[in-house]
């Protein structure tokens, strides 16, 4: 059973990630405040339910949801405003902010903890937040050496509160791990994305869904994307020269060495199955039931409508579509011990599906 959360809690900036988490509080019932410098968004959050626009007498606890450069004086303006609250953020990066703290807030800063829940989306603002973006997620928890353990704990448990997964890690070593798994790949996601610029009209027509893979991310707002690489300069500086050794090494292979390119294409199979499954609980074993798909419009979201009122859970989704058949084969994976149930539902509603 999750421990609760101490309310009320006053969310500082609503954009994306405050509204999210202001919508998944509310979801668990916890008393929700939301502040921010754009009060349009104060007003868009609170419309959407993720808590109210009115000042709050007091609070248990502070998120800042901001942008990075700001975070630092956001905390300290937090602590000093509600002097029994634990503060926390948000932010993509940790050390930078925390560091403000500390030279500023004295010994209030052992009130601070920071968190980063590694969920969010390409798009920014109120509108795009979701209550339940933080499910099955990871969210760092970074507190350090002088952190008050009452307010390590209250870290944990928003983080819990809201659906996700807590790793608790150093601030320098959560930048570290950042710079791999989310800087790096928004930066590639970039570059890829860069060189589609003054790309003809054939070439463009041609994108498929590699490209749409690789390059959503690319979508995200450069000021915030700024901020959030300047501040983690030179973990990411690392991490790029190491970059740009293989793309040496693939421009060699492409000349001269076929036998260099492979290596590299084969630590990126490695890379990816190195990629932890969702947060939370221990996966359960997975299982495929195929599903005849006739060539009609609207067949698979009526299979969709179909599964989802079987209560049966797909986890993933595969479609072999020849166009040369008249009905498509659909892997639709679900838990192991729901296949059973799953092939049941479908077969009394006129579907053919098997193991
Ligand atoms: N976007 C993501 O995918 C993502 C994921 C995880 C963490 N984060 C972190 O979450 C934080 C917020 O990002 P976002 O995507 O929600 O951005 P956003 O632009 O959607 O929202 C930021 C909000 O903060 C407000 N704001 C700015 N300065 C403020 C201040 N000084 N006081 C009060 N309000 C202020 C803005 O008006 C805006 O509503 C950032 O620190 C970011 O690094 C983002
Ligand atoms: O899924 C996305 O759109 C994201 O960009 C999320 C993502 C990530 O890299 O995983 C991006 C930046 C954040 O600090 C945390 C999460």
Redesign the pocket.
Same mark, same amino acid.
């Given at each position: 059973m999750n421990p609760s959360l101490a309310g009320p809690v006053l969310v500082? /900036?609503?954009? +994306?990630?405050?509204t999210s988490t202001g919508l998944a509080l509310r979801r668990r019932e916890v008393e929700v405040y939301l502040?921010?410098?754009?009060r349009s968004?104060v007003e868009v959050a609170e419309s959407r339910g993720a808590g109210s626009g009115e000042k709050p007498t007091s609070v248990a606890m502070v998120v800042i949801?901001?942008? $990075?450069d700001?975070?630092g004086p956001?905390v300290v303006d937090a602590l000093r405003e509600w002097p029994e609250a634990v503060v926390t953020? +948000?932010?993509?990066i940790k050390a930078g902010p925390l560091a403000v703290v500390r030279a500023q807030a004295g010994a209030d800063a052992a009130r601070y903890v920071g968190g980063?829940?590694m969920? /969010?989306?390409e798009r920014? /603002? $109120?509108v795009a937040a979701s209550e339940q973006l933080f499910d099955g997620r990871a969210w760092a928890v970074t507190p350090s050496p002088d952190a008050d353990p009452t307010a390590v704990e209250q870290a944990r448990v928003l983080a819990t509160t809201c659906g996700a997964t807590v790793i608790e890690l150093s601030p320098d070593e959560h930048d570290a791990a950042v710079a791999r798994v989310s800087h790096l790949p928004h930066v590639m996601a970039v570059l890829a994305a860069a060189q589609l610029n003054g790309g003809p009209e054939t070439h463009l027509a041609l994108s498929g869904q590699g490209l749409r893979d690789v390059t959503r991310i690319a979508g /995200?707002?450069p000021r +915030?994307w700024r901020q959030?690489l300047g501040g983690n300069a030179s973990h990411l500086g690392r991490i790029l020269r190491s970059v740009r050794a293989d793309i040496d090494t693939l421009l060699t292979g492409l000349e001269s060495s076929p036998d260099e390119i492979v290596k590299v294409l084969e630590r990126g199979v490695h890379g990816t199955d190195l990629i932890p499954g969702k947060h939370g609980a221990e996966l359960p074993a997975e299982s495929t039931v195929y599903v005849h798909l006739p060539d009609r419009p609207g067949e698979l979201a009526r299979l969709f409508g179909d599964a989802g009122e079987s209560g049966v859970n797909i986890e993933d989704l595969r479609i072999d579509h020849d166009p040369a058949r008249p009905v498509g084969l659909v892997e639709v994976v679900v838990a192991s011990d729901r296949v059973d149930t799953l092939i049941d539902a479908l077969g009394e509603r006129g579907w053919r599906a098997h193991r």
């Open positions: 500082v /900036g609503c954009g +994306l990630m405050g502040d921010d410098l754009r968004h949801a901001v942008p $990075p700001h975070v956001a953020d +948000l932010s993509s980063h829940p969920a /969010g989306s920014s /603002g $109120p /995200g707002d +915030l959030i």
